[in-house]
């Protein structure tokens, strides 16, 4: 399993972008596929975006456009830039690493880390 960190959350204005930001330790060397994923209060989680090993991403239709994710395998890191914001984006992110059959598929990743709060305010 990896350690993850998120950092990079916080809180902005409707229209307004935040660069989220997951570090990995521990087994980095293996070829992991890592996804964002967010969850709402009283609302379940939900696919945010996800990115193979080699570089194929993956997005959930209501971030297209808005969100990408990128990964740096030298540094060991994925990024999630989040554009035009909206209130309905308000959740915590967390990010994830694992050998899912989908990107979208939470079962499928077996290391997650804690989560950054997003708040957009209208």
């Known amino acids: 399993q990896l350690q993850l960190v998120e950092s990079g959350g916080g809180l902005v204005q409707t229209g307004g972008s935040l660069r989220l930001s997951c570090a990995a330790s521990g087994r980095t060397h293996v070829n992991y596929a890592m996804g964002w994923f967010r969850q709402a209060p009283g609302k379940e989680r939900e696919f945010v975006a996800g990115?193979?090993?080699?570089?194929?991403?993956e997005y959930a239709d209501f971030v297209k456009g808005r969100f990408t994710i990128s990964r740096d395998n030298a540094k060991n890191t994925v990024d999630l830039q989040m554009n035009s914001l909206k209130p309905e984006d308000t959740a915590i992110y967390a990010c994830?690493?694992?050998?899912?059959?989908?990107?979208?598929?939470?079962?499928?990743?077996?290391?997650w880390g804690r989560g950054t709060q997003v708040t957009v305010s209208s």
């Open positions: 990115v193979w090993s080699g570089g194929s991403t």
């Open positions: 994830a690493a694992g050998f899912p059959s989908s990107l979208g598929r939470a079962r499928g990743y077996d290391s």
